[in-house]
């Protein structure tokens, strides 16, 4: 007869976060530090999450992983090691200095299985990695008990994962090395009730070359990249935190897009080029530019990242009005199979659900 074995289990949610200030490129790969500092929003609600269930039990006789019920390579997954050999490592100096007992360390010996769902597609540039290993690491704090900034050990699986971690503005501070490169909140989540997100899912589609290796060829082939790290971002990054605590939309709005345009226009830089942005991407930073002109304000902003999908910011009195606008010009909610979107508040409670 097998014998039973007990099974400790935990299971997080973590958001999506949506980059103002963009993160494109690393001074240190094996340690994923970023170039600049960079700023998002994390998203709090339900729409675009990830919910990781991690389990150990004294039965298992490997790491496994499962993503959206797919088994995948733990053992070649060089991030996903990272992280968890710092976990173990932490669970282990922190269990031997609370003096735990013998069932606490067994605990930290024995394998771990993993499993994580997205409610929204994987790798299409709608930051799945950041909310993948955000709940990723989060879970797996509760499971060992571990008390401590997990910024930088979630920052080893996805460097925007750091940004989950928390809820409201984040910034991550680039630092110089594997513990001062962390995530700190800028503002909490109801700093600025206001403000709305729409998502636009241009495309479904996973992105031909992923993060982690478009900017690796930016930072061997792009020189803008280099003028933007120098001589763009630091004045960039004080000018939007101003801007978010003087809750100035149009001087926030015109940053945030400023930033998506030079994002990409070091994409373009890069040799060969990296081309995210489609035909509909285009258009619709034309849009928010034409609604922005007929009021003589600017009401609206659009960011992208390493994908076609755009998030577009705008402010509560306004949201009906674009949703409007969005709805006839690319039929979303209207059953249309390449458009949906969301709008979301962005001053509800983190929905980490341990
Ligand atoms: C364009 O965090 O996915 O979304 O650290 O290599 O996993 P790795 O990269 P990743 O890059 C995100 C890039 C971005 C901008 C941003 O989120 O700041």
Partial sequence: MQEEHEIEMVTCSAPVNIAVIKYWGKSCE?????????ISLTLNQDHLKATTTVATSKGFESDKV????????V??????????????????????RRKADAKELLKISQKIHIASQNNFPTAAG?????????????????????EGDLTRIARRGSGSACRSMDGGFVEWIAGTDEDDSIAKQFVPEMHWPELRVFIIVVSKKKKDIGSTGGMKNSV????????RVSDV???RLTAVKTAILEHDFSAFAEICMKESNQLHAVCQDTYPPLLYMNDTSKEIVKLVHKYNDFYGSTRLAYTFDAGPNAFLFTLDPFANEVATI???????NSGDKFFRGLSVKANEPLPYEC
């Avoid at 990272?82 to 922190?94: D, G, H, P, T, V």
């Avoid at 969005?326 to 979303?332: A, I, K, R, S």
């Fill in 220 to 227: 061997e082939t792009s020189s803008l990249l280099q003028y």
């Fill in 30 to 38: 094996k340690k994923n530090i970023p170039l600049n500092s960079s």
């Fill in 326 to 332: 969005l709805n006839e010009t690319f039929g979303f």
């Fill in 233 to 235: 971002v630091p004045h």
């Fill in 75 to 96: 053992v070649n997954n060089a991030r996903l090691q990272a992280c968890l050999n710092e976990i173990r490592s932490w669970a282990r100096k922190q269990a031997a």
């Fill in 66 to 73: 499962w993503l959206n019920g797919v088994k995948q390579d």
């Fill in 126 to 146: 709608l930051a799945s990695s950041a909310a993948g290993y955000a709940a990723l690491v989060f879970a797996l704090g509760q499971l060992f008990s571990i």
